[in-house]
Nanobody
Framework: VQLQASGGGLVQAGDSLRLSCAAS????????MGWFRQAPGKEREFVAS????????YYAASVKGRFTISRDNAKNTVYLQMNSLKPEDTAVYYC????????????WGQGTLVTVSS
């Protein structure tokens, strides 16, 4: 089972970026897939999540209205569309997965760095 995150980069404030998380090794129909981020010197924080088999989505207050999480079943990929980026969005972004029956994310991908310059 593997989660492969990609799409990070250096952008300016106000720009957009789309992160991808390619999932492989199992079916994820009974999973929540999420994005987390960790800024330098800070703890990892929740960004957004969705239930793979439904349309339920959840967002942190700090990104609601700017970020959109989505998935492509055919590609087994979860996306995080980030618009109106701010310098405070600078962080390493991680994708993760957990069973719908669990409270803990047990699957983690490697991080992808997003840097937003002012």
């Amino acid at each position: 089972v593997q989660l492969q995150a990609s799409g990070g980069g250096l952008v300016q404030a106000g720009d957009s970026l789309r992160l991808s998380c390619a999932a492989s090794g199992r079916t994820f129909s009974e999973y929540f897939m999420g994005w987390f981020r960790q800024a330098p010197g800070k703890e990892r924080e929740f960004v957004a999540s969705l239930r793979w088999s439904r349309f339920d989505t959840y967002y942190a207050a700090s990104v609601k209205g700017r970020f959109t999480i989505s998935r492509d079943n055919a590609k087994n990929t979860v996306y995080l569309q980030m618009n109106s980026l701010k310098p405070e969005d600078t962080a390493v972004y991680y994708c993760a997965g957990r069973r719908v029956t669990s409270n803990e994310y047990e699957l983690w991908g490697q991080g992808t760095l997003v840097t937003v310059s002012s």
